[in-house]
């Protein structure tokens, strides 16, 4: 069974940045696609980046805009977030998953395990 773990989330003002973390255990990371979401309230989640096993592949939403960027450090298990130039329009509980089928997926059904979530509140 894997366990993912968010963190880094918290309050910042539009045009800050936050490091979103995500750690890994109970599986070899390296053998599975890392995906980030994001969800608001009466939403459904929304896909913002995915990473490939060892960074083969790096995806990301439209939204997105170059603003953030996903990366993994294999050592740690970890995979993170670095988020720039935030809007308020980011404001949303983010959460990692992880997709044993190495895709990436942009879909959050075909992701098989998921963190608990952090919240990111970015004020205007």
């Known amino acids: 069974q894997v366990q993912l773990v968010e963190s880094g989330g918290g309050l910042v003002q539009a045009g800050g940045s936050l490091r979103l973390s995500c750690a890994a255990s109970?599986?070899?990371?390296?053998?599975?696609?890392m995906g980030w979401f994001r969800q608001t309230p009466g939403k459904e989640r929304e896909f913002v980046a995915a990473?490939?096993?060892?960074?083969?592949?790096?995806d990301y939403a439209d939204f997105v805009q170059g603003r953030f960027t996903i990366s993994e450090d294999n050592a740690k298990n970890t995979v993170y977030l670095q988020m720039n130039s935030l809007k308020p329009e980011d404001t949303a509980v983010y959460s990692c998953?992880?997709?044993?089928?190495?895709?990436?997926?942009?879909?959050?059904?075909?992701?098989?395990?998921w963190g608990q979530g952090t919240q990111v509140t970015v004020s205007s």
């Open positions: 990473i490939t096993w060892r960074g083969g592949r790096l």
């Open positions: 109970g599986h070899t990371f390296s053998d599975y696609a």
């Open positions: 998953a992880a997709d044993f089928r190495n895709e990436g997926s942009h879909y959050y059904a075909e992701y098989d395990y």
